[in-house]
């Protein structure tokens, strides 16, 4: 099979390490390729043409070379710096959760256009929202459904029944909101208010232009924050168990054919 040597593709810079003495090993989402991992040569001399054009954060058109291990950034041009993002700390805290909560969904090589389309917009939202935690909140509810671990906000994760909007029960280990019937289900489930569910619903299921209608005070963000914080983390965990799993799985299965 013949591959091309030299490649393009538009990216989003996840991370940045520094590699060797003078490169930097980059970490990218692309629309067709996923998340990538590829060196940029030289990118840390002070007068490097490249490095002005590598920042995290930054929406690039990359031209590529296929490496032996990594491929190579041998060309990157500017598509849209987010300037905000940059310029204000607070937006720059707001947009580091965003690129590594993506980061971390995601594994490598693994194409999703929809969720690079997420995250380009998400940056653009971050860069100019009048209100940082509910845009947050927004689109990590957007990443749970496209990488298909959206909480379940309307039917009862125990029992199936549709909710009343009232004030509930949020049970982080079974993904979603519990019927007073179902709380023996998990002993460690939360009430959520009736604020916090509908904010959520309608985050869920509405366009981000629906968003700026939407006032929230500054209790129903932090309960909001909580509910959303814990169910990431578990979720994350969740993922990460899998992923161990799997390997493992491989390993001995290659173990037991060779
Ligand atoms: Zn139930």
């Known amino acids: 099979m013949s591959r091309e040597r030299l490649y393009r593709s538009e990216a989003i810079v996840l991370r940045r390490q520094d590699f060797g003495e003078a490169d930097r090993l980059l970490t990218l989402f692309t629309p067709g390729l996923g998340k990538i991992r590829v060196i940029a040569k030289g990118a840390r001399k002070p007068r490097s043409r490249k ?24 060309q990157a041009e500017l598509v849209e710096p987010y300037r905000p993002l940059r310029e204000d700390l607070v937006r720059v805290t707001y947009a ?40 947050t909140r927004y689109y990590e509810l957007r990443l749970l459904s496209l990488t298909g671990f959206q909480p379940q906000l309307f039917q009862c994760v125990g029992c199936g029944r549709v909710v009343e909007p009232q004030d509930q ?13 179902c709380l023996p289900a998990d002993p460690r489930r ?13 985050l869920q299921t509405r366009p981000y232009s629906a968003v700026g209608a939407l006032r929230v005070r500054r209790s129903l963000h932090d309960e909001l924050e909580t509910v959303m914080h814990n169910y990431l983390q578990h979720q994350l965990e969740r ?4 992923a161990d799993f799997l390997k493992r799985l491989r390993r001995e299965h290659v173990s037991v054919t060779n």
């Open 239 to 242: 993922r990460l168990q899998s």
């Open 190 to 202: 939360q009430p959520i208010s009736l604020g916090a569910l509908k904010t959520l619903r309608y």
């Open 169 to 181: 029960y949020f049970s982080t280990e079974l993904g979603g909101v519990l019927c007073p019937d």
């Open 96 to 135: 580091s959760h965003a690129v590594e909560l993506l980061d971390r969904f995601t594994a490598e090589n693994d194409a999703h256009p929809e969720l690079y389309h997420l995250l380009a917009e998400a940056l653009g939202w971050l860069a100019e929202t009048r209100d940082l935690l509910l845009t």
């Open 51 to 74: 490095a002005g054009h590598i920042e995290s954060f930054m929406r690039t058109k990359m031209l590529f070379a296929r490496g032996r291990n990594l491929d190579l950034v041998t």
